[in-house]
């Protein structure tokens, strides 16, 4: 019934003039009745659905930002990514939820979406804000060939991915706070937390998981915790306009579904750099590197083919950044 | 109430003489009554409590391998191996119970136990072999502060506390065959399969689990599946006695954690490498390294410092392997 909720919402929205009954009928091989108890359905979640007889049904306005599984579904047209969606209205966090998923046997590509998460956090255990209505939160789940050395790759193709779809939906110029951040403004409105898998003998990765949260429609800092106030911001607060998520999303999986094909072709970022560095948060600005053995300024030039942040120390001498051993600030302009 | 019995049951079976339940009670802070209700419910689960008037309780005996958390905790003496238990009559498999204990937060040391396992598995996917009261299944979590790339010598270190522990407690001779099996008589009786779960980006170990297998009762080969009844074994079978499963696992949880916070203090094997190479089967006698480039022969002699094998190829030339990457099989005697 799902899968038919979802592909009758993609015929009525595909097509401008009416679709007849029949016409969905033989398109989806159900029943009449069927058809007419999804459309009563669609109509009751707040689709405005024109009935016309001998003419058939059409999708005059959708409900504003709804978000469904079959929503979400119906907008769809990837190979793998979001495949197969376990839509939550609420859940603690979709990475638990996307690693059980994953340990009872989900495919590459299974997607966990929420509505709201209760118990969300970001790399070193930060909480990341969450509330209804206003947030995208979804986990995918892979299950590469690569071995584990190149899992944290994945985190900058996600990265891309957002940054590049935030930016077509919404207009907003994205950058990437290296290596797993995106701000707009100099305000973080994604983070991105990639787990892993593995068996550490076989050199073999189980699963990988990439959980991203971003803040779309908080119209005010105030839906923001206090903690993360100035440092955050949301897509509607700084393009003005609401976005509809369930396109947002649609977007950002079919990017990454083709970016981390490209990904798959070289298991490096030689061909995805260029673009990611075209995004590069404080590029070729002064960044600050707290590294535990003491932090340096320098001006951040690049990523590496394997990931790594390029940093020009103030004595012209490069130092290649790993992620995870340290934490890069902007001196200027983002946070 | 479990803590209870199982403190109890540990007062009575170091006492040789009677243990008055004054003595009990003031032990434990327990009232009289809950004494007595412990007391009740171990003689109906088999125990042979002798109570006598004015004297107290004697245990006489313990019902034929008992196997049950409070059996289990009364034995174990460690700081945090087992500390916290989760036994189970019956599960899927215990790697996964402990993945998800340790998702939810379950401290380093947290062990899950299982008399019958109905969908165990081994490296590669393959099944092993689970029916009730015959086995040991068990898993531990750890949470390592080193990075990942150090997680397999781990299965190294568990391969060593079980080969030892079982030559204490049945006498038998164990070998180890190099990375996580551990033979007798040239047969399998154990199997060890670690698992990892990190941050990429953070080179971090959230947590890793350490699950082993344990073939301790079967009777005879025919218990096995014919899949592997011509390469595995159980102890009974090769000692002729049956043992008592509760202080077997004591004997491997107390050694495990011994060597692991040795292992801990240099990160590598080189203090656990001599009694490692003591028991590594087929040490100086041939092994046939099944690599995917191509199969070759050669003497097996000893492991390095990180824990790969070294193998002396018949033109004299050493060779390091890296588990995962191939199959070792012994020439002779050992499978």
Not at 39 to 64: F, H, T
Not at 135 to 145: D, G
Not at 296 to 309: F, H, K, N, Q, W
Request: net charge negative; glycine share 8%.
């Amino acid at each position: 019934m799902k899968t038919d909720r979802a592909d009758i919402l993609a015929c009525l929205r595909e097509s401008e003039d009416y679709v007849s009954g029949q016409q969905l009928c033989d398109r989806l091989g159900v029943s009449r009745t069927a058809v007419w108890k999804v459309i009563n359905q669609l109509k009751e979640e707040g689709y405005l659905i024109e009935s016309a007889s001998r003419r058939g049904y059409r999708l005059v306005e959708s409900p504003a930002d709804v978000y469904s599984e079959s929503e979400i579904a119906s907008r769809l047209h990837t190979k793998w990514a979001g495949k197969k969606l376990h839509f939550f209205e609420v859940t603690g966090s979709t990475n638990p939820d996307a690693k059980r998923f994953a340990e009872e046997g989900a495919l590459h590509g299974t997607t966990v979406v929420a509505d709201r998460q209760t118990a969300g956090r970001g790399r070193r255990g930060r909480s990341w804000e969450s509330s209804a209505g206003t947030s995208i939160y979804f986990t995918i789940v892979l299950r590469p060939k690569f071995s584990p050395d190149k899992a944290s790759m994945v985190t900058l193709v996600m990265a891309l991915a957002v940054a590049e779809a935030i930016s077509e939906v919404t207009g907003l110029d994205t950058g990437i706070k290296w290596p797993n951040d995106i701000v707009v403004n100099g305000k973080k409105v994604v983070g991105i937390l990639t787990e892993l898998s593995t068996m550490p003998e076989m050199n073999e990765i189980q699963f990988l998981v990439a959980g991203v949260g971003v803040n779309v429609n908080q119209n005010s800092a105030e839906e923001f915790s206090e903690e993360i106030r100035k440092t955050a911001t949301s897509l509607r607060i700084e393009s003005g306009k609401s976005v509809f998520r369930a396109a947002l999303l649609e977007r950002i999986l079919s990017r990454f579904e083709e970016d981390y094909e490209i990904f798959e072709q070289t298991l490096d970022m030689s061909v995805l750099r260029e673009r990611y560095e075209a995004r590069l948060a404080g590029r070729d600005a002064g960044v600050q590197v707290l590294d535990p053995s003491g932090a340096y300024a320098g001006v951040s030039r690049g990523i590496t083919d394997t990931g790594e942040l390029v940093v020009e120390k103030e004595n012209g001498e490069r130092v290649l950044v790993y992620a995870g051993e340290v934490s890069v600030r902007g001196l200027y302009g983002y946070v």
